[in-house]
Each structure stands twice: as C-alpha cells, then as structure tokens.
C-alpha cells in the first residue's frame, strides 16, 4: 500500500502540498517519478518542470536523493517507512494539468503524484485535505475515486487499486453545483465549477439520454458503476479529456443551457457533443484501446497509426449520437457533418498526411501545430470521423443494410470484454470485410494509410444525401448550411480575422494568391488600394471583386511596413452543404436513427 496526502496550506500560492509513504522501500534504493505526458492528449507535457521543495526522510532522519532524469529521482537505501514531501505549482487552467487558487482546487494525478517504482500494481490510498478555512470553508470534493472513509463529496480518504487507476480519477474540489441523474440504472453527476446560469434539469435530461443511448449502442452493463461529468465553466473555453469513470471539461458560460431557452443553440449543441464524446471514449479508447496501449510508458511517447480509430470514430460518434437521441434533427446533424467536410477540403494538408500518418506523429504535429498546419498535416480526428462514415456507409451498402459500422465497434468490446487486449493495427479493415461479406481492406487501407479525396459523396447518395460545394461566404463560414446573400467570386488565399489596427492574417494557402504576393501568417493587413480597412469592409472589397484583379495591399510584418501586389484568385468552392433528398429516404432513416 503506497499512501498519498495532498492539500494546500495556501491556495494563493498556487502550491499543492504533497507527502507520499511508501513502508517498505527498495532496500537498493527507492526510485520514483512523475509522468511526462497523460493519457488521451498526446503530447510530452513534462509535468515534473512543477515540481519544487523534494525532500525525504526516514524515521525522522533526513534521506538522500539523486536525480536520475528530467522527471525521476532515487532514494538512499533506507529501513523504511520511506516518505517523500514536495510541492507541485498548479497554475494551468486545462483539463490536462493542475490548478489551484481561491476560487477553486482541480488534478489531474498524473501532474502530483509520484509512480512509486515497482510498485504501480500495488492499492494505493490518498488522504485529501481540507484546505485551512477561510475562503475555501464551503469546499466540497468531486471525484470518480472509490471512497475509503470520506463522506460522499467530502474531504477525507479515497483509495484506487494501483497507481493507473490513481490517476484515472481527476479531482475537482470547491463550492461547485452538483446535478445529479441516472443512465440505465447507472447513477451520474454533472459538476459544474464557475460561475454561470445552467437549465440544471434540461441539461440532465437531455445528458439522460445520450448516456442511455451509449449504453444500449454497447450494450449494457455499463462499464462503469459511477460516471461524473466535471465542468469547469468560463467565459470563453472549450475542451475535455476522457478518463474511466468520469471526464473533465472546460466549457464557455453561453454553451449552457440558459433558463427559459426553448431551442438547441449552437454552442449548446457543441457543448452537447463534447459530452457525448468523452462519453463514448469510455468504450473506445478507456477500454477498447490500441494494443500499445495496454500498458502505458508515462516517460516517454508511444506510437500508434491508430489515433485516428480512437477521435475520429469518437467523433463520428459524438455527433450522430444527437441525432439519435433526438436531441438534434437531422438537417441539423447533416449541417454539423457538412462542417467536418469543410474543415478537411479546405486544407491541403489532407493531400500530403494520410490520419494514419497523423496518428502516429501527433505528438510533434498533430500537438504542436503552427501556423503552417493546414498545409501540411490533417486532423485525425476531423478526417478520421469522415472516414469512419465512408466506413459506416460502406458497409450498410455492402451488406444490403444488415450491418453497419456500430456492429464493428460492438464486436471490439465483446473482444475487450473478453480478453481485454488492445486493437491491433489491420483489425478494423478485417473485421469491415467480415461484416460487409467482401474484402474491403484495399479499399480502407487507401482511405486509411492514402491521401486521395474519400468517395464520400457517392457514399452519402446511398443514404439520399446530396453533397453541394460553393465559395466561403466570409472568414466566420464554417460551411453546412447555404447562405442567402451573394457570394464572392474572387480569393485572396488566406485567413483572415479583424486584427489589432486592420486585418490579421492567420494563415495563408500554400501556393496562393495572398503567399504568391509575399504575404504570410502574423501580417496584418492596413490597407488596400492605399485606403485603411478593417476585416468587414475588405470582405465587401471581395464581393465586388473578379480574380485576376490586382490589389495593393499594405501590411505590417512584425513593425515593419511593407507593400504587397495581389493577383486574386478564384474563390474556391470547398464550402460544403449536405441536403437530404427523397431517394434512398429508408436508408437514411436506419442511418441515423439506428444505434
Ligand atoms: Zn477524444
């Protein structure tokens, strides 16, 4: 048994204060360390840069230590009980890290607490105590953790089987609102933590029912007895990450249902989908896994092709769960999956990066994009869900109905239930093939592993769904639905946002009209034609504009002031707009409401 302490003896500060004691220490010397990177985000975080004040002892004795690395350290040969004391800076306001200050305490346990070695398979306990009161005399804990001893929601001990499971469970702790429901038997929570107003009982209600339907996709049981959504509500924020029994989210105030609300709103439906997302990866990524996932290396990256099997079904998923819940019609389904095509067509990247490619280097690409990243990689997960319906359709053409993607994800968790082991790289393609009644390997290996256009028109057509391209409206259009007004016939081959004295250009097209002229990402745009102008009043100049027309353009790289000649280009139609039509009207009925 490996026992844990954390609190906080001044919140301000930002310190959480940490006491691990390990009884019987390696006798050759104890080693120990942090994680570099925690599981679902795919990237070396370094958690150890927070790590301050480590001392340790033995019987009151003081006991030498020795750095081995960036992130591990040992211990002198000790009798034992050994114990550690250190202090971690939480200051990072994501869901992948730690933070701490008057309003509120959240971690991840992955960013405070040491992986005794050899001893990750050992039961831990964790003490988590009150902070000193004052501000925080309301405190409250949130936590997916089993219980040894606290009260539910209370201060006190929690214990976790071993050290993955430890930090599995992040943990949220303030005067937080707690709404509570039920998914199929199973009892859930939403946390949230900010300050907002919330619809408390629509947002459970319609929480019910993407659980449920989740559930039943899989099958019951639930994997888990107990689920927590925990929020952490902003003013402007967006973002989550899976763990088994609960998620962390950061979500904006609007993305709420408001009081009194009637309609799904925009932002209420992304909010919506990310629930459902995280939700879905309790299956696909938290159990069914890759097989290299089995058993993580926290130190170091580990590779995979298969990322793309893991966010971009999850997000093909996310969304058509909505639509089968019914807490969204299908125009406005149809319009979400018109904005994922959108998104992939409008960046070259897709022509260079297979998501197979994407998958394996998202650590250093996929993570850590730049402003060059629409040229020169795609999202595993936007191009992922993409794939996942070429797959979806597919197999429901080739099987004249019978199955459907959802049958190769129930027969992945019948095989982890089985033998818990991960996903091997080809075992989609084989298990598509066996459904479909016909080899479709070479054909998702090209979609996989390949960079040509998917055949998801055609595809769609199958389930009477029309694809139609047009021009961007303006930088805000983010394709899915037709606009009314007029839309421009000329391009300047970059995106734009209003920018601090003119137009910001956050991006450029590899090889167009904006990049030809010598503009690039950072510029930003005072003037064309020798007038200044702001984002609005150039979108006009664009309406009225032909390509081949020549501007002159003045903008600033860094301080410096520079012109620019500008060949227009032909406002390219990679706009998508999906519409259902009456052909093919049952198969998309059994598309959509299917599940
Ligand atoms: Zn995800």
Known sequence: MIRYQITSADPASHYFDLRVTIDDPDPAGQAFRLPNWIPGSYKIRDFARNLLDLRAASGGQPVALEQLDKSSWRAAPCAGP???????????????????????????????????????????????????????????????????????????????????????????????????????????????????????????????????????????????????????????????????????????RKSLPQPGAQKVSDEYRDFLGLCSHEYFHSWNVKRIKPDVFESYDLQREVYTPLLWAFEGITSYYDELALVRAGLIDEASYLELLGQAMTRVARGLGRTRQSIAESSFNAWTKFYQQDENAANAIVSYYTKGALVAACIDLKIREASGGRYSLDDVMRRLWQAWRSDERGVAPRR????????AGADLSPLLEAWIDGTDELPLAELLQTVGVEVETRAASNAQDKGGKPVDGELPAAAIGALLKDGEFGVAIQRVDEGGAAQR??????????????????????????????????????????????VFDVELEPAPATTIVLRATDANADARRAWLQSG
Not at 117 to 123: R, T
Not at 531 to 552: I, N, S, T, V, Y
Request: hydrophobic share 45%.
């Open 82 to 252: 050994l114990e550690l004391a250190y202090k971690v800076y939480a200051n990072d306001l994501s869901v992948r890290a730690a933070h701490l200050d008057h309003t509120h305490g959240y971690y991840n346990g992955s960013s405070v607490f040491v992986e005794i070695v050899g001893c990750a398979d050992e039961p831990c306990e964790v003490a988590i105590e009150r902070p000193p009161p004052g501000y925080c005399a309301d405190w409250r804990v949130a936590t997916a953790l089993p219980r040894a001893g606290a009260e539910a929601f209370g201060f006190g001990a929690y214990r976790a089987a071993d050290y993955a499971e430890l930090i599995d469970h992040p943990v949220e702790m303030g005067d937080f609102l707690r709404i509570p429901f039920e998914a199929c038997g199973v009892p859930h929570d939403v946390i949230l933590s900010g300050r907002f107003a919330c619809d408390a009982e629509r947002l459970a209600a319609d929480l019910t029912k993407i659980c449920e339907l989740h559930i039943r996709f899989f099958g019951k049981p639930a994997p888990m007895d107990y689920y927590q959504f925990q929020v952490l509500v902003v003013g402007d924020g967006y973002g989550g990450l899976e763990h088994r029994a609960s998620t962390s989210l950061i979500a904006s």
């Open 428 to 435: 989609i393609q084989a298990l598509a093939s066996e459904l």
């Open 517 to 562: 002229a010598g503009l690039a990402a950072g510029d930003e745009i005072v003037a064309v034609g020798g007038l200044r102008l702001k984002l609005a009043a150039f979108e006009q100049q664009l309406l009225r504009a032909q390509p081949g027309e020549r501007w002159q353009v003045h903008a600033f790289r860094r301080d410096e002031l520079h």
